[in-house]
């Protein structure tokens, strides 16, 4: 694949689905302090959906020369996305049900992402897929609001789990054998946790 000129900046792709390493891209989200958003410009999402295999390294060089005000409105949309969708993923794992405004914005980009979608024939059968041409900065909008609804009507919603740590609780779908993943990561929460836990026990 051609490396893209585009990617500024490397996302830490660990929860097992777009739309889930998505959600996570608010990262630090339940900090005392506030989160920090890692969509901090049009060339970020450009840079997401490429490193996550939506979009081709050619696609992101040729939307990241698009109108400057059409990437931020569509940076803002799949802000909004992300957090419909963060909405329902937590409200899930916290035995809630998401708030119907929520869901009307979900529906919204499902409805819209789907009016898109063309037949074509990718041997050797027939697909659903967006064209690739003429190229919209919408696309990644469009992609990820397909992922989001993909991954919410399939039985991997069972696997959906949030970290450990209460500061971080990063997304991921636990694919381990017994089910047992409790962290975003092993090496960063993981360690921290242990590290706190070891601390307050010796402590004088």
Known sequence: MPKSTVNTRV???IAGHPIVDLVNTLDWRFRERGPEDLLASPRDLLAFTEQSRLITADQSRRLARVNPAAGARVLEEVRELREAAAQVFYASLDGAGPAPSWLKRLEACFREADSHRRLEWRAPCLE????ESPLSPELPLWILSRSTEQL????DMQRLCACANPACRWLFLDTSKNHTRRWCDMKICGNRM?????KALHKV
């Open 11 to 13: 996302f830490e792709l």
């Open 128 to 131: 659903w897929a967006i064209p």
């Open 152 to 155: 919410m009507a399939s039985g």
């Open 194 to 198: 242990k590290a706190r836990r070891f």
